[in-house]
C-alpha cells in the first residue's frame, strides 16, 4: 500500500561529477499484512537508454540509521546506471536515538521484520511505476553492519534455532554486498577521523561510522555525539 504524498527530489549532476544523472523519489509504504511501515528512497537513474534494463541494489540500512543514510552509494550506483533502494526499517531506525527501545530492536523478532522490509519493498518497486524497467537477473542485496545481517539472510544465509533452520531467502537476490568493519573506535578514529571536521565532505558518513563503533563498544555518549552531529548539520 502506497500512501499519497510523495516527493521527488533531483540531483543535477554535471558530467565531471557523474555519469548518469539521477532522481531520488521516496516512497511511505505500509505492509498491510504486518501493520508495519516500509518507508525507502529510491535512487533511479534517469538517462539511461529507453529499454535498457536497470539493476538493483536493496540497501538495508544499520542500526538507528534510515533511508537518508548511505546517500553517498545511492548516488553513486545511480551516477552508473544502477538503481538503489533504500529501506528504512521502523524498530531499529532513526527513532532509536530519541526515545525508541533499544532492546526491542536487538531482538531476532527485529532481524526477521528487517527481512520482511525487504522482501516487502522490493514486492513494490517491481510492481510500480519502474518495475517493468529493472532487469530481474541483476538484484542485489546489500547492507551496512546490522543491516548485512539482512542482506545475508535475505541472500540465503541459514540460521539454526532451536533445534530448526530459518531460511529466509528471497530467490530474487543474485548476490549479497556487505559492508561490515569490526574494527576498535581508536583504530577507526586514526584511520578516518580527521574527515569528520566541518567542511570535509565526507564528515556524515564518518560520523555514522565512528558513532556505531563507539555505539558496538558501550560508549553511548559518544555514539550520541556523533549522531546529533548528523541530525543537525545543515
Known sequence: VEAPSQSTART?????????????ID???????????VPVRLYWPTEVAPGTPVPLVVFSHGIGGSRLGYSYLGRYFAEH?????????????INLWFGSPWESAAQESEAVARVGDLRYALDQ????E?????DRSRIVAAGHSYGANTALLAAGARVPRGGQVVDLRDPRIRA???????????????????FDKEGEIWRNQAREVLGLA?????DFLTADRYMNMIFSDP
Open 81 to 93: 546506471g544502477i538503481a538503489s533502494l533504500h529501506l528504512q526499517h521502523v524498530g531499529s531506525d
Open 12 to 24: 543535477e549532476l554535471s558530467v565531471a561529477q557523474a555519469r548518469v544523472q539521477h532522481q531520488a
Open 130 to 134: 519502474y518495475g517493468a524497467r529493472i
Open 176 to 194: 549479497a554486498y556487505l559492508l561490515v568493519d569490526t574494527a576498535k573506535p581508536e583504530d577507526l578514529q586514526a584511520r578516518i577521523g580527521k
Open 214 to 218: 563507539a555505539w558496538r563498544a558501550g
Open 27 to 37: 516512497y511511505d509504504w505500509v505492509d498491510p499484512v504486518r501493520g508495519r511501515a
Open 125 to 128: 518497486v517491481l510492481a510500480g
